[in-house]
């Protein structure tokens, strides 16, 4: 059982973007591009206040809503790993798909897609 740092799901959300985009040394798939290459470089100065485990934890959460709801899972990852812009989020899943996504919709599902990764972290975490 991994004992979390914060019961903030929004700060962990956001840490975890960051421990994600940092790298450890155990692969999470999302920094196979280019671009993403250059991200890393820009953030490693910055200070990752979880841990490797907490990190893990998080990674495995957002990869199981990746198999419940693949749009929720992709605006969260879209919305924490840019910091937090919505309007962003709008125009990556519209790009993704055949229909626009608005910025209301993106507020849905980042706070659906929060709310229940803070539901299995209470599970994981307290049950």
């Given at each position: 059982?991994?004992?979390?740092?914060?019961?903030?799901?929004?700060w962990l959300l956001s840490q975890w973007a960051l421990w994600?985009?940092?790298?450890?040394?155990?692969?999470?798939?999302?920094?196979?591009?280019?671009?993403?290459?250059?991200?890393?470089?820009?953030?490693?100065?910055?200070?990752?206040?979880?841990?490797?485990?907490?990190?893990?934890?998080?990674?495995?959460?957002?990869?199981?809503?990746?198999?419940?709801?693949?749009?929720?899972?992709?605006?969260?990852?879209?919305?924490?790993?840019?910091?937090?812009?919505?309007?962003?989020?709008?125009?990556?899943?519209?790009?993704?798909?055949?229909?626009?996504?608005?910025?209301?919709?993106?507020?849905?599902?980042?706070?659906s897609g929060t709310a229940w990764v803070d539901a299995c972290?209470?599970?994981?975490?307290?049950?």
């Open positions: 059982m991994v004992q979390l740092s914060s019961k903030n799901t929004d994600s985009r940092t790298g450890s040394s155990k692969p999470k798939g999302y920094g196979e591009g280019v671009m993403f290459n250059d991200v890393a470089r820009l953030t490693k100065s910055k200070a990752i206040l979880i841990t490797d485990d907490e990190g893990l934890l998080i990674d495995k959460i957002v990869a199981q809503l990746k198999i419940r709801d693949r749009e929720m899972a992709m605006a969260i990852i879209i919305y924490y790993f840019s910091g937090g812009n919505a309007s962003h989020v709008a125009r990556v899943l519209s790009d993704r798909s055949e229909e626009v996504v608005n910025r209301k919709r993106v507020d849905v599902l980042v706070k972290l209470f599970m994981e975490c307290e049950g």
